[in-house]
Nanobody
Framework: QVQLVESGGGLVQPGGSLRLSCAASGRIFSFNRMGWYRQVPGKERELVAAIISGGLTNYADSVKGRFTISRENAKNTVFLQMNSLKPEDTAVYYC???????????????WGQGTQVTVSS
């Protein structure tokens, strides 16, 4: 079982910035895809940003130009830099990873427990 642990959430004023981190540990051969999702009570979890093994990224339209996803491969960590935060960004942010855990291609889908981001004045 691969473990994902998020950190970096908190309270920030509109227009401010936060940087989320997600550290992966356990049996990891390679990262196929990693991403950040967010969810508010009563709503579906939505994709915020994702990065695949080749380095390609995609973002929700609502965060393009404000958020940046990146990976630190040597540390098995993915980051989400969030700038120009808006109250609408308030949510629990979850790290997701689709990870190849063996050299013959076994794949696990993993979720972190989430970190709260609150954007409020």
């Amino acid at each position: 079982q691969v473990q994902l642990v998020e950190s970096g959430g908190g309270l920030v004023q509109p227009g401010g910035s936060l940087r989320l981190s997600c550290a992966a540990s356990g049996r990891i051969f390679s990262f196929n895809r990693m991403g950040w999702y967010r969810q508010v009570p009563g709503k579906e979890r939505e994709l915020v940003a994702a990065i695949i093994s080749g380095g390609l990224t995609n973002y929700a339209d609502s965060v393009k130009g404000r958020f940046t996803i990146s990976r630190e491969n040597a540390k098995n960590t993915v980051f989400l830099q969030m700038n120009s935060l808006k109250p609408e960004d308030t949510a629990v942010y979850y790290c997701y990873a689709r990870i190849t855990v063996t050299d013959w291609g076994k794949v696990d889908d993993c979720w972190g427990q989430g970190t709260q981001v609150t954007v409020s004045s």
